[in-house]
């Protein structure tokens, strides 16, 4: 039987919606509070996880597990303060949520990891969870996995490198990009985390290996905002077979594709900041 209820609450984003002291960062961290379960997927780049989780009444200390999308710093940078608060928990992620990794162009070689070694945040209370696999977390509610990448258009970042065995760097084809899907009783609700294996890959995958159930809710990043020119047309017209009831769309998606899918789909849409509550 499915979860009886979610009421998902945005911690960290790009921007902020309200005005109650909250603080808006380039991160995303998102609150899923499932029937009598309490999870933290992300924790943003620090900046802004303890001081609007205490604005928006989500208490961390009782966290019963924390899912980490990717290991990218603007999605784990908040792990530490977390952790300081509620101790010892599980911590759902892939494994190369460690491996070194850069942003490179002509002009900029940034690193873009993980800030933190696994034995320290384990010295804090992680206990660290690794999952390669479409796997069951909870009662109705599961890591995706990794994403197998099958359309023609949602291509690997060429921006984003990762240190090679061989030597040298090589294109980081972000394997530990994973989301997390909760089976409610109105439908599927999928939190994405930047969505670099793409959007469409994410929802066909979930949804052969959860057939029959409607897509209530799709919240997070999409990585947009970075794709190829062409790529939104082909999600958008990708993204109709799926009947979303509702996309909450932020973080990497983009100021402009984030207006523009408010244009496309009206009521079906929300721009996912800080402060903001859904419940599916």
Request: glycine fraction near 10%; charge should be negative; proline fraction near 4%.
């Amino acid at each position: 039987m499915a979860s009886t209820s979610c009421r998902l609450t945005v911690l960290c984003e790009n921007s902020v919606a309200g005005s109650r002291d909250l603080i808006g960062e380039h991160g995303w961290a998102v609150h899923a509070d499932v029937d009598d379960r309490s999870i933290l997927f992300d924790t943003g780049q620090g900046l802004g996880i303890t001081n609007n989780s205490r604005i928006l009444g989500i208490d961390l200390a009782r966290l019963d597990a924390v899912v980490l999308s990717h290991g990218h710093y603007d999605h784990t940078s908040g792990l530490p303060d977390v952790l300081k608060r509620c101790g010892p928990v599980d911590i759902h992620c892939h494994e190369d949520c460690f491996l070194d990794r850069y942003w490179i162009d002509d002009q900029e070689c940034r690193e873009i990891g993980i800030r933190f070694k696994r034995r320290y945040l384990e010295s804090l209370g992680a206990r660290f969870c690794f999952v390669k696999t479409f796997t069951r977390i909870a009662d109705d509610i599961y890591l995706s996995g990794e994403i197998p990448r099958l359309t023609p258009f949602e291509q690997v970042d060429p921006h984003m490198k990762t240190p090679s065995r061989a030597g040298g760097l090589v294109p980081d084809r972000l394997l530990d990009d994973q989301s997390l899907v909760i089976d409610t009783e109105k439908g599927l609700v999928i939190i994405l985390g930047c969505a670099h294996s793409g959007v469409i890959n994410i929802l066909t995958h979930v949804t052969t290996q959860l057939p029959g159930r409607p897509i209530h809710t799709v919240i997070g990043g999409t990585h947009l905002g970075y794709g190829e020119p062409g790529q939104f047309e082909k999600t958008v017209a990708a993204l109709e077979p799926f009947a979303v009831h509702h996309l909450g769309a932020g973080h990497c998606t983009g100021l402009e594709y984030g207006a523009r899918l408010q244009q496309l789909l009206g009521k079906r849409y929300f721009f996912s900041a800080v402060g903001i509550c859904h419940s599916c």
